[in-house]
Every structure is written in C-alpha cells, then in structure tokens.
C-alpha cells in the first residue's frame, strides 16, 4: 500500500532554516503541499511541520491531527548550545517524525535492523553511580508544555523513592553533561533527549512526561534498568534527510495509517 492511500498533510513552513529544510524535504518526499505559517488558516487539515516555535506551535494546538517533525533520540544532527540558544553545525543526523504527539513511546516490537546500522555503542550500566541528573526544560518548552514549576515538583516527587542528591542541570551549567553523566545514578527529565545519551552511557533515564515515562518512570528509579527493546522501537521511528526526502518516511508513516483505519 502507498502512500497515496492516505490523505496527504498540509506542510506548515516558517522562514527559520532549519524549519524550511525539513518542511521542504518532507514535502517531497510525500508529494504533499506547502504553505508559510502565516497564511495557514484550515485547521480540519492535518499538518505537518518542524518545532514549536515561530508559530507553528499554536497551529498545532489547533488542528485536529498533526505529524510532528524535531530531532532524533539516536544520531541527532550535531548541536551546539549558547545560554539558550541553539547552533545547527550539520543535517547530517537524524530527526523523529510523530503522528498526534511530540514524542514515541518507544513501545513495539520492532526488528533492530535499523538499530544495527547506528553502529551505537552501548556501555554497561554503571551501579556505583551516586547522584541523579535533573535536567531543566528549555526556557520555550516550559512555556509552551507548561512545566513553570518542573523542577521543584520533580525533586518532591523524587524524595519520595529515592534519597540520592539531587544536581540540577540545563543548558547553562557550566559542568557538561558527559562529566556528570561518569558517576550519575540515574537522568531524570521531563522529555530531554540528552536521555537516550544518558542510557547509552550507561545511565538509566526516566522521563516525567506522560508518553516517555513508558520508557523509564520516576517511580522505578532505584531499580536501576534499561530496557534495551526501546532503542529497537525508536530507531524504526527517526529518519535521516534522505530518508524524509526520497518518501522513505512517508511510506512507513501512511503503512501505519491505513494499517490503523
């Protein structure tokens, strides 16, 4: 079954670059049309665009269905971080493509043909860790996800299950995340990416957002595991620039249409 058999999204593109490269790559590869944010107005169309910022966040609030385009969990596109300001140095990573939502589950039972050719290498987890990494929201996510008070809720609710220290970390911190990560216990966030970075390290993560927490959930903390299937799910769920250009992506995403129809 095609693509063709599924209703074709309207894709949302803004003048950011980053935005217009995945709008336009998606868009070829899904024959589908395009329109600036700025002239959208047909909220009964489904949607598909990059982030949440520039306008399209507010669009997505009020569409019935949307296909959510932003960075992998595995072999993302190299990154660089100012204060909160946010450098692209390639598109040569991956980027995840989520139907309804901004995030997988990572549930399924998908093949690790997809895994296998990230070539990732995985550490073992490291059990004499001592303290947990809670890693802040963006300055925009807090906003946009409304998580104003993330931090404060997220130490309460983990004094509750464990008495391990607490450091918090964000974009600023001036002590980087692979330092912190040697002797971390566990990374707790609300949906962070740095997460998966953090289990391949060795380091288990746990997510308070409600689609995530299948992966790893606050209360499990001190049982200290990674369940390895997810990366299998996940990798069937993050697409290169090719892939998204040359229909690869949106094959697989109309089969899982139809497939729910």
């Known amino acids: 079954m095609s693509g063709s058999s599924i209703?074709?999204?309207?894709?949302?593109?803004?003048?950011?670059?980053m935005n217009?490269?995945?709008c336009y790559s998606f868009a070829k590869g899904s024959s589908s049309m395009m329109i600036h944010v700025n002239n959208f107005k047909d909220y009964e169309k489904?949607?598909?665009?990059?982030?949440?910022?520039r306008g399209t966040?507010?669009?997505?609030?009020?569409?019935?269905?949307?296909?959510?385009?932003?960075?992998?969990?595995?072999?993302?596109?190299?990154?660089?971080?100012?204060?909160?300001?946010?450098?692209?140095?390639?598109?040569?990573?991956?980027?995840?493509?989520?139907y309804n939502n901004f995030w997988h589950s990572g549930l399924g039972n998908k093949k690790s043909d997809r895994l296998d050719?990230?070539?990732?290498?995985?550490?073992?987890?490291?059990?004499s860790g001592e303290y947990?990494?809670?890693?802040?929201?963006?300055?925009e996510a807090k906003v946009y996800y409304n998580l104003q008070n993330w931090t404060q809720t997220t130490i309460n609710k983990l004094k509750k299950y464990t008495d391990r220290k607490v450091i918090v970390h964000n974009r600023t911190s001036k002590i980087k995340l692979e330092?912190?990560?040697?002797?971390?216990?566990?990374?707790?966030?609300?949906?962070s990416s740095a997460g998966f970075k953090s289990m391949l390290s060795g380091v288990p993560a746990y997510f308070t957002n409600e689609t995530l927490s299948n992966i790893g959930s606050i209360e499990n903390i001190e049982k200290h595991d990674i369940n390895y299937n997810i990366f299998n799910n996940l990798a069937y769920e993050q697409w290169s620039i090719d892939e998204i250009k040359n229909g690869e992506c949106w094959n697989y995403l109309s089969e899982l249409?139809?497939?729910k129809k």
């Open 46 to 53: 489904t949607i598909v665009t990059y982030g949440y910022l």
């Open 57 to 98: 966040g507010d669009i997505i609030k009020k569409v019935k269905n949307f296909y959510y385009i932003d960075h992998g969990y595995f072999r993302q596109s190299e990154r660089s971080f100012d204060k909160n300001k946010t450098k692209i140095e390639n598109l040569n990573g991956y980027f995840r493509v989520v």
């Open 7 to 17: 209703d074709l999204p309207t894709v949302v593109y803004t003048d950011h670059i």
């Open 257 to 259: 249409a139809h497939e």
């Open 117 to 127: 050719k990230l070539n990732l290498q995985f550490k073992k987890i490291n059990n």
């Open 20 to 22: 217009r490269t995945l």
């Open 132 to 139: 947990i990494i809670l890693s802040e929201p963006t300055l």
């Open 179 to 191: 330092f912190l990560l040697e002797n971390a216990w566990a990374f707790v966030s609300d949906h």
